[in-house]
């Protein structure tokens, strides 16, 4: 069996993979919450007893850089530290990359997106506090694809790869 | 108080913006190439975020339809009363006067272009794009005294950005005025117009300064609106031109290219009756709507059309809405504002007159929020 695969060893793809998570989750995270940020900035120049309102729209995009950091640890888990996984096969290793990236893409497109949702769901809170509720509802609509990318790459990692190891004897 | 934003070309003559221009010289290899309509929503965010923050903040305190069917019934103190329930009650608190009045109303605008010009962007030219027309204004005016020794300080207005030291000494030594203050002025020195065609010249450069600095903009909501506005400016020029009985020729020196509909179409309309002139209309993006009133038979007067070209230009801001984030809410909201003060000036100046509400009722334009 093959140690390399595309000329990386199965180290170098899981950690490539679990590098792209964590940009692409990141990345996204830190584009929306400027979007809103900014948004939210302008409205609490006027209206600074809207913070509390507006503080859970400015974080909610920033769950896409928390589901990238979580894929991540779970590659370094998924990896058995300690137990061989330098000797890890390339073809493991590239599905373990696979498996990151739905997380990379949904987390960085959905964030940057939610950002923009939430800051159109800020101008209702501005104008009402008492619509924070609803306000949420939008850009909470777009966090479904970021939970289901990160549910599936966990269902990759530990359903699919993870059965593989007991064969390599890892 | 001076202009932020100066704009290195000639907006006077067609060419491509400077952005266009160095798009042009250094242009990306192919496989670099973003598709800018596919990021423009996100460009734009981080442009006008904080200025769609500050009007969203703003947005509760306009004039509702319910404060407008009050103030309709009102007599002249309880109007000021119920103003007093939206901001611009506060400017008007004390006014007993036609000046009073002005002088809250243009302190309340004074106060709205220092908001805009503090929430928006640095190279943002929405700020230009809504104070040129006051600096437009003076300069007609300063024109016209220059010429015929009319009196000009009554008729200025320090709405402008442009100081009217800097205007005055404009008029005398063009050179030192900047883009297209300058160009305008150059181009009517020595020439001997009368009023009337003064006027005209000045009020096409500013629509086509207008186009200009929607264009510069880069964005087709401004654009939009700046066509819109000079076609219905040679929409009103034919109306007038023919209701004066003017020539053809006179009627076409009114006329302002860079609209939707072309300046040849309109000519046409000149000459038709007025049942063929609505159908014709209908033929452009305009609903026959604007013209209708030309069916009726008790004429009434250009205001009515007026009327009926602001309501067509709040449709437009109002399909706007549906943009949460960019220009658009923004611009929408300044429009608004304006569009706000034209409807008070004209209800308290009809309270001080004695008129019924049932005439009022036929001035006002269509709100915003209703």
Request: with cysteine; proline share 5%; glycine share 8%.
């Amino acid at each position: 069996m093959s140690a390399t695969f595309g000329g990386l060893s199965g180290l170098h793809w899981a950690l490539l993979g679990a590098a792209f998570a964590v940009i692409g989750g990141g990345s996204g995270s830190a584009m929306g919450i400027t979007y809103i940020a900014n948004v939210a900035g302008g409205i609490l120049t006027d209206l600074p007893e809207r913070f509390g309102p507006l503080l859970p729209l400015v974080v909610i995009p920033g769950t896409q850089g928390i589901y990238g950091f979580i894929t991540g640890v779970l590659v370094a888990f998924v990896m058995k530290p300690g137990s061989g996984w330098e000797a890890l096969p390339g073809w493991v290793g590239f599905q373990i990359f696979l498996a990151c990236l739905p997380v990379c893409f949904v987390c960085f497109v959905s964030g940057a997106y939610q950002g923009l949702t939430s800051a159109g769901a800020a101008g209702m809170v501005a104008k009402r506090r008492e619509e924070m509720g609803r306000a949420l509802v939008l850009p909470a609509l777009v966090e479904t694809y970021a939970v289901l990318s990160l549910i599936i790459t966990i269902l990759y990692f530990f359903v699919v790869i993870r059965p593989f190891y007991s064969t390599l004897g890892i | 108080m001076y202009r932020k934003h100066r704009l290195e070309v000639d907006p006077l003559r067609e060419q491509p913006s400077p952005r266009e221009e160095g798009r042009r010289l250094k242009k990306p290899p192919d496989f670099l190439r973003i598709d800018l309509a596919a990021i423009k929503p996100f460009h734009e965010t981080l442009r006008y975020g904080h200025a769609v923050g500050r009007i969203k903040a703003q947005e509760m305190k306009l004039l509702l339809s319910h404060h407008v069917g009050r103030l309709i019934e009102a007599d002249f103190d309880e109007a000021l009363h119920i103003l007093g329930e939206v901001e611009m009650g506060d400017y008007l608190a004390g006014a007993r006067t036609a000046r009073g009045v002005d002088d809250g109303l243009i302190n309340y605008l004074h106060d709205l272009y220092e908001f805009l010009r503090d929430a928006l962007p640095q190279d943002s030219v929405l700020f230009e794009f809504f104070h040129c027309r006051y600096d437009f204004h003076n300069l007609k005016v300063l024109l016209k005294a220059a010429r015929d020794g009319t009196p000009e300080d009554a008729l200025l207005t320090r709405l402008g950005s442009m100081d009217l030291e800097v205007l005055r000494r404009g008029v005398e030594h063009p050179v030192e005025l900047p883009s297209p203050y300058k160009e305008l002025v150059l181009e009517l020195e020595g020439r001997d117009l009368s009023p009337q065609e003064l006027e005209t010249l000045i009020d096409g450069c500013f629509l086509r300064y207008r186009l200009f600095l929607a264009r510069h903009e880069g964005s087709a909501f401004m654009e939009e609106l700046a066509r819109a506005a000079i076609d219905l400016s040679n929409l009103k020029a034919i109306l007038r031109a023919r209701r004066l009985g003017k020539e053809r020729e006179a009627a076409q020196r009114g006329l302002v290219e860079g609209g939707y509909i072309p300046t040849g179409y309109l000519l046409e309309l000149y000459g038709d009756t007025d049942d063929v002139m609505v159908k014709k209309l209908e033929r452009t993006r305009y609903p026959a709507r604007l013209l209708d009133f030309l069916l009726e038979e008790e004429k009434p007067s250009l205001s009515d059309f007026d009327r009926r070209s602001d309501d067509y230009i709040m449709d437009l801001l109002r399909a706007s809405r549906r943009i949460s984030v960019g220009v658009e809410p923004v611009f929408s909201f300044v429009r608004a504002r304006e569009n706000e003060v034209t409807m008070v000036r004209m209800i308290l100046m009809a309270k001080l007159h004695n008129l019924a509400p049932e005439a009022i009722e036929k001035m006002l334009r269509k709100l915003y929020i209703e």
